[in-house]
T-cell receptor, first 116, second 115 residues
Framework: AQTVTQSQPEMSVQEAETVTLSCTYD???????LFWYKQPPSRQMILVIR??????QNATENRFSVNFQKAAKSFSLKISDSQLGDAAMYFC?????????????FGTGTLLAVQP | DAGVIQSPRHEVTEMGQEVTLRCKPI?????LFWYRQTMMRGLELLIY????????DSGMPEDRFSAKMPNASFSTLKIQPSEPRDSAVYFC?????????????FGPGTRLTVT
């Protein structure tokens, strides 16, 4: 079974600085998707960024980028130029590629605080 | 599109009462998911449907929980009888099965408190 581990329960960053959130996963599959979701205090789960395992290029969405290391089964999220609105819980998630299974497996989350 | 709609946003009930949570997925989406979020267990998938048919209910904690999807635009999650340990935030999510990434769109959640 696949597992997702986020080893940093809490992180803090100064406004305008850069922070990296860690995520590792365990799988025997070669093709899969990885996601980072953001959950602000409003509770709404918002997709931040996605990565297809078959793509070597790291995904980027504006100030958010990932460092995907397939061999190491690592999928970290880098937030550049941190803003107060980035303060939230961040979840890493795994999904099997294609097929009938359409489950997301979530990590336990990292609570990010942004200091002004 | 209005996104995934859940009701109620908050529910407070007494132990032993029946609770029904409701979800309207995004129009055209063929997958619907029910999640539960607690501090102790994080985000857990309870059940998901494809084209209104339950595909995987292995996350449903016990027989007190049941979920239905009578049509493509409506689903319910029922707890009967409710217990204090059911207190959690329950999320509904939907996705389009033939999209390249199967991105799941979440509703705002229902915060359930069982006293």
């Amino acid at each position: 079974a696949q597992t997702v581990t986020q080893s940093q329960p809490e992180m803090s960053v100064q406004e305008a600085e850069t922070v990296t959130l860690s995520c590792t996963y365990d799988t025997s599959e070669s093709d899969y998707y990885l996601f980072w979701y953001k959950q602000p205090p409003s509770r709404q789960m918002i997709l931040v960024i996605r990565q297809e395992a078959y793509k070597q290029q790291n995904a980027t969405e504006n100030r958010f980028s990932v460092n995907f290391q397939k061999a190491a089964k690592s999928f970290s999220l880098k937030i550049s130029d941190s803003q107060l609105g980035d303060a939230a819980m961040y979840f890493c998630a795994y999904r099997t590629y294609g097929g009938a299974t359409n489950k997301l497996i979530f990590g336990t989350g990292t609570l990010l605080a942004v200091q002004p | 599109d209005a996104g995934v709609i859940q009701s109620p946003r908050h529910e407070v009930t007494e132990m032993g009462q029946e609770v029904t949570l409701r979800c309207k997925p995004i129009s055209g989406h063929d997958y619907l998911f029910w999640y539960r979020q607690t501090m102790m267990r994080g985000l857990e998938l309870l059940i998901y449907f494809n084209n209104n048919v339950p595909i995987d209910d292995s996350g449903m904690p016990e027989d007190r929980f049941s979920a239905k999807m009578p049509n493509a635009s409506f689903s319910t999650l029922k707890i009967q009888p409710s217990e204090p340990r059911d207190s959690a935030v329950y999320f509904c999510a939907s996705s389009l099965g033939d999209s390249y990434s199967y991105e799941q769109y979440f509703g705002p959640g229902t915060r359930l408190t069982v006293t």
